[in-house]
């Protein structure tokens, strides 16, 4: 059965700190990753798709970025965080496009 | 106008009752729908998915698909304290790359 990873589960960070996330997924190969972000009270809003290594779509401009170094890796980043940044961030996995994603446990990040 | 929208609720059943929840959207050529449910502080659980048009049962959930009435909803019957959790409609329209379109979600609180 596959299964995604995600840590760290929290994070404090204070404005302008570099940030690293990560994803991994077992159990399945080449699949579609996403990262989400979910503000308080608010809907999930995706910020980066991949459909395999080195291969990153981004939706919204912002100051984050997203890599695929491995198959079933997937990364976001920042280099300085803005207090916008905070939210409950959120992997997703597929098999492909019109398939149903599976969610990760998400970080939980508040910049301070 | 939002591409998926949903009553933010908070809905509220006695245990043992149906639980209806509705999710309509604009691009009527979105092939893909979901149900996901989160409960507070976790990240979406896929509940269901529908494809074609009509009911899909699984369980106590039902999924309902209306694609010329662009009307997708989910029954939950014999409503259990358990279901209480917010649940998040998603689409994926036919042409947008990878993009999930998420609804803001429906609360529902059942009342033992």
């Not at chain 1, 170094?69 to 959120?90: A, C, E, N, T, V």
């Not at chain 2, 729908?33 to 409960?39: A, E, S």
């Amino acid at each position: 059965s596959q299964t995604i990873h995600q840590w760290p589960a929290t994070l404090v960070q204070p404005v302008g700190s570099p940030l690293s996330l990560e994803c991994t997924v077992e159990g399945t190969s080449n699949p579609n990753l996403y990262w989400y972000r979910q503000a308080a009270g608010r809907g999930l809003q995706l910020l980066f798709y991949s459909v395999g290594i080195g291969q990153i779509s981004s939706e919204v401009p912002q100051n984050l970025s997203a890599s695929r170094p491995q198959d079933r890796q997937f990364i976001l980043s920042s280099k300085k965080l803005l207090l916008s940044d905070s939210g409950f961030y959120l992997c997703a996995w597929s098999v492909d496009r019109d398939y149903e994603q599976y969610f990760g446990p998400g970080t939980r990040l508040t910049v301070t | 106008q939002k591409e998926v929208e949903q009553n933010s609720g908070p809905l509220s059943v006695p245990e043992g009752a149906i639980a209806s929840l509705n999710c309509t959207y604009s691009d009527r050529g979105s092939q893909s729908f979901f149900w996901y449910r989160q409960y507070s502080g976790k990240s979406p659980e896929l509940i269901m998915f529908i494809y074609s048009n009509g009911d899909k049962e699984d369980g106590r959930f039902t999924a309902q698909l209306n694609k010329a009435s662009q009307y997708v909803s989910l029954l939950i019957r014999d409503s259990q304290p358990s279901d209480s959790a917010t649940y998040l409609c998603a689409v994926m329209p036919q042409n947008t790359g990878n993009q999930f379109y998420f609804g803001t979600g429906t609360s529902l609180t059942v009342i033992p």
